[in-house]
Nanobody
Framework: QVQVVESGGGLVQAGGSLRLSCSAS??????MGWHRQAPGKQRELAAA???????TYADSVKGRFTISRDNAKNTIYLQMNSLKPEDTAVYYC????????????WGQGTQVTVSS
């Protein structure tokens, strides 16, 4: 079993920045990612990164968010710049083993609130 723990959420004004961190209890040989869920909306994948550090972003965050990964620390980060009120959501860290079609391991989530 893998435990995944997020940190770094909070309240920020529009245009500001936040950095989220996520640590896994052991090395993940597959993808890790950040999903988010806004009130009344479905959970969506905001950004993901492979073990080889190939990244994927939702169109809504491209150019503003940067996902990175430190395999030695079993940790990923999400640097969020130029934040908008529509970025307000609970952000969940997730991980999956190599070859899995779905994310199997999830953190409890961290709240990000962007005020206008």
């Amino acid at each position: 079993q893998v435990q995944v723990v997020e940190s770094g959420g909070g309240l920020v004004q529009a245009g500001g920045s936040l950095r989220l961190s996520c640590s896994a209890s052991r090395f993940i040989n597959g993808d890790m990612g950040w999903h988010r869920q806004a009130p009344g909306k479905q959970r969506e994948l905001a950004a993901a990164i492979t073990r080889g550090r190939i990244t994927t972003y939702a169109d809504s965050v491209k150019g503003r968010f940067t996902i990175s990964r430190d395999n030695a620390k079993n940790t990923i980060y999400l640097q969020m710049n130029s934040l908008k009120p529509e970025d307000t959501a609970v952000y969940y860290c997730s991980a999956r083993i190599l070859g899995a079609t779905s994310y199997d391991y999830w953190g409890q989530g961290t709240q990000v609130t962007v005020s206008s």
